[in-house]
């Protein structure tokens, strides 16, 4: 077929379009499309055009490619895809093992999407076949084509990625839209720009659009060439340099001048050790590195590392700290003067600083402050600093799993540094600093180790005078180093990393003390904060408590201190809009400016009728309560539970179930029932065994029939025998009874003697009884009921 003869089929439409169906279903594809002309393969994923490719198969096999126009959107979107796409049949279809589908199509022509009348469970569409036309004159169309295909010749002389078969194809394709769409496909383009030549059924238009960006294209090879020649001369330029810079050093050696600076440093960082004394081996590993510093070529990449190294050596506080007096009068009056009350822990706090007092070189156990959140326990480690004089540095350790982020990682890993340990004796300059270990309770095992162990070392008194960071990989001691963990719980902490600490609880506070603490600290710091003078203010104490009950009731400090800070800066607000306001803070202020307070039922705190009792529990944010409910459903029998209970609160269940069958002689009751014990506020997890007795007293209400004596909150594990164990945290369970008003509460008799350490300012205004049987219990809140016997 002669010339002639191509440009006239070019320019009719193909009537393979009659044979073409008028409904397809439609197969998104994300990246590049495919043009009409070429057999190719396509992988079709699991999900929801699987079906579609197999309905196709069943039928002619013709199936539309569309263009999606966002890859991060839902592919099963109509509004995602282009108007335009390409009709294609399957040549042959081959099931894979993960679900996908491979598919060989052969492209065929253009389409136009009228509309799409099934979405689901697949995408099927109207459509029409536009035919191709010239758009232009046909020498004009010849002129572009000519243009086009000196273009890119041009473009495969220069770009090493064309094959023998593209440029063979090249030559043979003689017809403008084929040839248009086949420059197009081998282009490196956006989706967009892809789009733009799918949708040009004109051929003069299509030729324009592909001749620009093959344009582009070769403009950008042309200018990549140009960097990688540059990129030469530079290498080889570096090259010559180095072997001049060579040259110039070993005239300057000869003659002894022009000592390099970093050398002298190095060299007196050598001395510096040798004078110290430090270990035989730090002198000698630092000495080997100095010699590799200056035989080592500065452009190279080794000597950054070597450099680097030296410098973190230099850097840190190989010398024996000055001695610093501890003065416990002083340290006392810096305690009093950050933290209202915890009498109980500043004491410790003193004792152990007298300790280090009378022995300096003792190395003592660790600090490890446990509290709920916003108690002070970081205020009180940077109180031990000052108290010491010595820097503090704080870093949490809270969500870390990879143990390099305490020792360090090897040198032989590209951009290796030392452990947050070093580089805490590096920035503060010292070797005796307070190192605050914050949140040592949610540190986490993961793929790159455990950094819970890698704290083993630091944290041993026995082991860290020899510490080895990954990085620097000499021992440096550490013994002087004063750490302070905190945590909320102990419980996630490996036992044997909480045996080298030494543990000091911080409870929450009672009312009271956070009246106190507001006036003494918060008001002044939240007034300054948001600009305003606080001496122009007043707030009535009744107002205060209501504050604290009714809008931040918690067992620290941290949510009191939000929620005033929201109420000044709306009267900051009114402050610089000259609004009209009370300069006196009263509680029907509190709604104007806060809105309703969150916390103002006590429906839950109160048990009112037969089968509910109040429990004292504690959790990593302090002391709370717990109203067990329990009621009888139709069943077989057994005990159903809700409330997101731990296993070990299930067990109590069960036990105070046993017990309370046997004890109540009412075995009758149980009969063809199910008991439903339920623990409100059920998205807060809750396990520990001290809701034993809670849980007894209210099985045995709800088999009597009776409501408990009003007042009482109880904690205490119990057994099948009615024994009533020792429980933990129970001062933290007074505040909490305390914050909700509960005046009476049972505890375990064996906690007598935790008991007798809490403050009498804690205990106040409640009543306690201590039990050590459930028959004590049952006297206490049944008082009319006779006393039972097992």
């Known amino acids: 077929m002669d010339q002639n003869d191509s440009w006239e089929s070019a320019t009719k439409l193909v009537r393979i379009e009659d044979a073409l169906p008028k409904q397809i279903f439609l197969l998104p594809i994300k990246v590049r499309p495919v043009f009409p002309g070429i057999i190719t393969p396509l992988i079709v994923p699991p999900g929801r055009f699987i079906p579609s490719i197999e309905e196709t198969t069943k039928s002619a096999g013709f ?27 399957i040549l042959k279809k081959i099931n894979l093992p993960d679900g996908s589908i491979n598919i060989l199509v052969n492209t065929i022509q253009r389409f136009q999407i009228q509309n799409i009348h099934t979405k689901k469970p697949f995408l099927m569409a109207n459509v029409t076949y536009p035919p191709e036309e010239f758009g232009t ?48 496909s081998i282009l490196n383009l956006e989706k967009e720009e892809y789009q733009t030549v799918i949708e040009a059924t004109s051929l003069g238009d299509r030729l324009e659009k592909v001749l620009l960006f093959l344009k582009k294209e070769i403009e950008l090879v042309i200018l990549q060439r140009k960097i990688q020649d540059q990129i030469n001369d530079k290498i080889d330029s570096q090259q010559r340099q180095f072997f001049l810079r060579e040259q110039l050093k070993a005239i300057q050696q000869e003659l002894g001048i022009g000592e390099d600076k970093s050398d002298i440093k190095y060299d007196q960082l050598v001395e510096r ?68 009350k915890l009498e109980d822990v500043k004491e410790r706090i003193l004792e152990f600083l007298a300790v280090r007092k009378l022995n300096p070189k003792g190395r003592g156990t660790i600090l490890c402050l446990v509290g709920p959140p916003g108690v002070g326990k970081t205020s009180i480690a940077k109180s031990i600093a000052e108290a010491l004089g010595r820097k503090f540095y704080r870093f949490s350790v809270g969500g870390v799993r990879d143990e390099a982020e305490i020792k360090g990682h090897r040198r032989t890993y590209i951009g290796a540094m030392p452990g947050k340990i070093l580089t805490a004796l590096k920035i503060t300059g010292e070797r005796d600093p307070v190192i605050l270990l914050d949140e040592i309770d949610k540190m986490s095992q993961g793929f790159q180790g455990d950094p819970q162990a890698s704290l083993l070392e630091v944290l041993d008194p026995e082991q860290n005078a020899t510490f080895r960071d990954h990085y620097l990989d000499l021992p440096f001691d550490l013994s002087q180093v004063f750490f302070i963990a905190t945590a909320n719980t102990f419980e996630p902490i490996p036992r044997v990393l909480l045996d ?3 543990v000091i609880q911080l409870s929450g506070y009672i009312t009271e003390e956070k009246v106190q603490i507001f006036q003494k600290y918060l008001w002044n710091k939240i007034f300054t904060k948001n600009g305003l003078l606080a001496k122009n203010f007043s707030i009535q104490k009744n107002t205060l408590i209501t504050l604290i009950n009714s809008y931040s009731r918690e067992s620290g400090l941290r949510g009191l201190e939000k929620t005033f800070d929201k109420l000044v800066r709306k009267l900051a607000l009114k402050h610089v809009l000259k609004e ?17 307070p969150p916390f103002v039922d006590d429906r839950m705190t109160k048990p009112k009728q037969p089968g509910t009792a109040l429990g004292l529990a504690w959790t990593s944010a302090g002391g709370s309560t717990l109203l067990i409910e329990a009621v009888f ?38 009969e063809n029932k199910t008991i439903h014990l339920h623990v409100p506020d059920g998205a807060t997890p809750k396990d520990g065994p001290s809701a034993g007795i809670t849980m007894a007293s209210a099985l045995y209400s709800l088999v009597l029939g009776q409501t408990i004596a009003s007042g009482f909150g109880m904690t205490g594990e119990l057994t099948l025998t009615g024994e009533v164990l020792a429980i933990g945290g129970l001062r933290e369970k007074i505040v909490a009874a305390k914050r909700v008003g509960v005046k009476k509460i049972i505890f375990p008799k064996d906690n007598e003697s935790a008991f007798k350490e809490i403050p009498d300012y804690v205990k106040k205004g409640v009543q306690f009884f201590p039990v050590s049987h459930f028959d004590e219990v049952s006297s206490l809140v049944f008082p009319k009921r006779k006393k039972q016997v097992v």
């Open 63 to 89: 199936i539309g490619l569309i263009l999606l126009k966002k890859d991060e959107s839902d592919e099963d979107s109509e509004n995602n895809i282009y108007q335009v796409g390409i009709v294609a049949r």
């Open 273 to 340: 050790l040798k004078a110290i004394p430090v270990s035989e081996e730090v002198i000698r590993e630092v000495g080997r590195e100095v010699e590799k510093a200056k035989n080592t070529d500065p452009i190279g990449s080794d000597y950054n590392v070597v450099r680097n190294y030296l410098d973190l050596v230099e850097a840190l506080p190989w010398e024996d700290p000055k001695p610093k007096e501890v003065n416990l009068i002083n340290a006392r009056k810096i305690l009093n003067r950050d933290h209202h």
């Open 633 to 670: 459903v139709p069943g077989k029998g057994g005990i159903l539970l809700t409330g997101q209970m731990g296993k070990m609160m299930e067990e109590s269940a069960n036990i105070a179930l046993s017990f309370i069958k046997n004890y109540s002689g009412l075995e009758s009751k149980f």
């Open 580 to 596: 009209k306001y009370s300069k006196e803070i009263r509680e029907k202020d509190l709604i104007a400016l806060l809105g309703a």
């Open 500 to 502: 080298r600490m030494e």
């Open 137 to 184: 004159s046909k020498n004009n169309i010849k002129a572009l084509m000519r243009t086009l295909l000196v273009l890119t010749k041009e473009l495969a002389q220069n770009n090493p990625l064309f094959t023998e078969d593209m440029k063979l194809t090249m030559v043979n394709v003689n017809e403008p839209g084929k040839m248009s769409d086949f420059v197009c």
